[in-house]
């Protein structure tokens, strides 16, 4: 399950110039680059569902392919995912794997404050979850749910509607924890209740202690019990950042509500490197130990909400291999730049392989 939540903006704030998907590279972002033969490899895919624009399946493995390809730091590929994708739900509404990939991949734009397809990930949702009771709902659908609120909160901010979305973004808090309380040994709901909670604690502008609190309750059993966590959230090779990623907000949690001990603890943990080794684990390890070097100055610091990467990195950071994470988004005094996190040699895979759809 991937945390894609962090919106770089209060939800509650007027609306934002969206952050360019295709940006120039920065001391604090920098794209990761096709290989000449990865390259033609979805540029066959995507001839093939241009020259069959009714081939539902040829159009899903263009998309499938770009949208994995995007989410391990090819951040340009995100439009092409988007419009086979979009293009394949338009002939098949019904297709399963479909519609909870797109609702999930339109993520990629709230995290650069792009709202524009909040509607459309809306309409996704509805198609795919139906009309079966919330709480009759299996874990998996339940994320998607949750996911589907998002895009509602989004899509109230977007048409002015304030008093709506705080109104959703409520409602949404009290259906995750009704979840949590349900199936209280569900790992994979505490990790959705509490990255909601830590992203509602950096864009909410009120009750966001409280709101941190919560977040740490939810992770503190996913770093107790992490291998009972579903394998795919932590498979080496599909997302072999997730543990970094989920602990590292867990530390930034504790140091916002100055328990220093533990966040002591989690950070020094995650300023050693565990196989594979990955450019996103050398990152968090660098700012880890920074975090410890300079506890004492960060600790209270609401400005750590919500947790890096809150940016388009959210939707970089467990999957990718030798992507560089944004540092765009981290609170660091002085700021940190990619240049300044040295790079060894990572685990020999750059991306996923393009593959075919099922």
Known sequence: M????????PLLACRPEPVPIEAPPTPYR???QLTEAQARSLGALA???DEHPADVAALKRSGMAHMRFALSGVLPLRDRAEQDLEAAFA??????QLTRTLGRFYNLRAVGGDDTKAQMQERVYAAHLGEVPIEQLPTSEFVAYSFSRLGAILSDRNRGQLVGALSKIKALEVELRAATEREPGDLELKALAGNFAFFFA???PFGRRDRVEAAVGYFEPLRAHWTELRRGARHPGECPNTYENFMFELAEGYTVLERLDEAREVYGE????????TRAKEQVAFVSAE????LDQYAGEMDLMPPWPSDVGNCVVCHSYDADVPMTSLFANPPITLDDVPRGQVAPKSAPRPRPTQ
């Not at 991937?2 to 903006?9: A, D, E, N, P």
């Not at 002939?91 to 399963?96: A, E, G, I, V």
């Not at 995650?270 to 080794?277: K, M, S, T």
Request: glycine share 6%; proline share 9%.
């Open 270 to 277: 995650l300023a050693e490197l565990r196989p594979p080794r």
């Open 30 to 32: 920098r794209d990761l």
């Open 291 to 294: 975090r410890l070097r300079n």
């Open 202 to 204: 950096g864009n909410v």
């Open 47 to 49: 001839a093939e569902a």
């Open 91 to 96: 002939l098949d509404p019904t297709d399963k």
């Open 2 to 9: 991937r945390r894609v939540l962090g919106v770089v903006l």
